[in-house]
Nanobody, 121 residues
């Protein structure tokens, strides 16, 4: 239902733009969040954007480096990741929630396959 893409291998300090596309659903009807799961760790919240795209929320670890945005015309949510660090290496998932802006994973009901981001030192 949701498909994340845009991952890859990048050197520390580099940038990637991740995309989250929906099939059969309109993303602006959902709060959309990004989560990361590093090797051997639990999945963690990264960022979220409200339905109207006016409010965003970030984990402290990515503030000032990552930016979440939505393009309603393309029905796609983006995560611009700058100044990447080796500790950002993870599979990144996007997810949709019917509830308000939240970092709580259990509130997200739509999930898709993730995209792997690898940051080399």
């Amino acid at each position: 239902q949701l498909q994340a893409s845009g991952g890859g291998l990048v050197q520390a300090g580099g940038s990637l733009r991740l995309s989250c596309a929906a099939s059969g659903r309109t993303l602006s009807n959902y709060t959309v969040g990004w989560f990361q799961q590093a090797p051997g760790k639990e999945r963690e919240f990264v960022a979220a954007i409200s339905r109207d795209g006016r409010r965003t929320y970030y984990a402290d670890s990515v503030k000032e480096r990552f930016t979440i945005s939505i393009d309603n015309a393309k029905n796609t949510v983006y995560l611009q990741a700058n100044s990447l660090k080796p500790e950002d290496t993870a599979i990144y998932y996007c997810a949709g929630s019917r509830r308000g802006l939240s970092w709580q994973e259990y509130e997200y009901i739509l999930w898709g396959q993730g995209t792997l981001v690898t940051v080399s030192s």
